[in-house]
Nanobody, 121 residues
Framework: QVQLVESGGGLVQAGGSLRLSCAAS????????MGWYRQAPGKQRDLVATITSAGSTNYEDSVKGRFTISRDNAKNTMYLQMNSLKPEDTAVYYC???????????????WGQGTQVTVSS
């Protein structure tokens, strides 16, 4: 069984910072691309940022220059440093990982349970 567990969410004032973590555990052979998505109430789940196993990153336009995605491959952990937070960043943040459980296995997508980020004005 594979689990992705997010942590680090909370309530912060506009202009503040939060650091989210996503730890993958279980039987894992390799992790390919990892990413963060967010879903605000009544809206669809949108991509925030992705990072490949080699460290190449991609960001949604509204978070460029404010958010930084990173990962520690040795710990199977991904991070999202969020600075200059705005009320419109309020959402449930989900991590996802495309991984192989066995060397002979197919790549599959796994999701965490989500962590709430609330930015007050």
């Amino acid at each position: 069984q594979v689990q992705l567990v997010e942590s680090g969410g909370g309530l912060v004032q506009a202009g503040g910072s939060l650091r989210l973590s996503c730890a993958a555990s279980g039987r894992i052979f390799s992790i390919n691309t990892m990413g963060w998505y967010r879903q605000a109430p009544g809206k669809q789940r949108d991509l925030v940022a992705t990072i490949t196993s080699a460290g190449s990153t991609n960001y949604e336009d509204s978070v460029k220059g404010r958010f930084t995605i990173s990962r520690d491959n040795a710990k199977n952990t991904m991070y999202l440093q969020m600075n200059s937070l705005k009320p419109e960043d309020t959402a449930v943040y989900y991590c996802t990982a495309n991984l192989q459980r066995y060397w002979y296995g197919a790549r599959e997508d796994y999701w965490g349970q989500g962590t709430q980020v609330t930015v007050s004005s």
